[in-house]
């Protein structure tokens, strides 16, 4: 029994580090214009952290009511933990993104990403009154213009970041012509009739903060960091759950053993 309590506490407090490794996960998914989308991770990391200890506990103080408790809650975490990364690798499937011919940096279309996560993020009410002002008032496109790009060659063989591509800069598809980073003029074989061109201003507060594009480069960066995440998850993941079979194998032995005990007490 003092084995098998060992081994279980041992585990556990492996499981421990895995809960630190969920809630780090969750608090990388941070942005700052939209933060409700970490909180599940993080709030199933700290369910994992709670558990865990609770686990340790009864295994430390040989508590078999609280073993048991802890793993019936453990299985109930590690589903919960695996229908989120099934959820997050459905909608962030689709890219959106495509590359244009001769430029170092991708363009994204909005119709790329699926519909459940443009609903949600990039839907109108969330994104007019919360993600657009916040775009607004951040330095990403000050930033960009404070880079050293000489020429438009260099800023067209540079790399940019889905949020600089689709909101700091107009689609290359209006034609429009490089003057520097967020300052681009519109030529004669300029178009204006696709929606995001006739949006896009020089005005750096404005830029193509109202695009499409802007919310497809916004959604892009999202999946990015979620895929970044999900590598994390999906090997904490494999850890819990190999930890959990061992776990309840020692469980298992210790109540056969105690049962034997019990047996072998009464027989003599």
């Known amino acids: 029994m003092a084995v098998s309590n060992t081994i279980t506490a041992i585990l556990n407090f492996t499981a421990v580090l895995c809960s630190i490794a969920v809630i780090g996960a969750g608090i990388w998914l941070n942005d700052e214009c939209i933060h409700r989308l970490r909180w599940p991770v993080i709030l199933l990391g700290l369910a994992f952290l709670a558990v865990s200890l609770s686990g340790f506990v009864g295994a430390y103080w040989k508590k078999e009511t609280l073993l048991a408790i802890y793993l019936i809650s453990m299985f109930v975490l590690i589903v919960l933990l695996l229908a989120l990364l099934v959820l997050a690798f459905v909608v962030t499937r689709p890219s959106g993104a495509y590359s244009v011919p001769g430029v170092g940096f991708e363009e994204y279309r909005l119709e790329g990403f699926s519909s459940w ?152």
């Open 117 to 268: 996560l443009r609903d949600r993020v990039a839907g109108g009410d969330n994104w007019a009154a919360n993600i657009k002002p916040c775009l607004e008032s951040t330095q990403i496109c000050y930033r960009l213009n404070r880079r050293p790009y000489i020429s438009a060659a260099d800023f067209f063989a540079a790399h940019l970041s889905p949020i600089e591509s689709g909101c700091c800069k107009p689609p290359l598809t209006c034609g429009f012509q490089y003057s520097s980073p967020t300052t681009w003029v519109v030529g004669p074989t300029s178009s204006t009739s696709a929606a995001d061109c006739s949006v896009w201003e020089n005005d750096p507060t404005r830029l193509c903060y109202g695009c499409d594009s802007c919310r497809a480069g916004f959604l892009a960066d999202l999946r990015s960091r979620w895929s970044k995440a999900a590598v994390v998850l999906i090997v904490t993941l494999t850890v819990l759950i190999w930890v959990y079979l061992v776990a309840c194998s020692a469980f298992r032995n210790a109540q056969t053993e105690s049962l034997f005990r019990s047996y072998k007490r009464g027989w003599v």
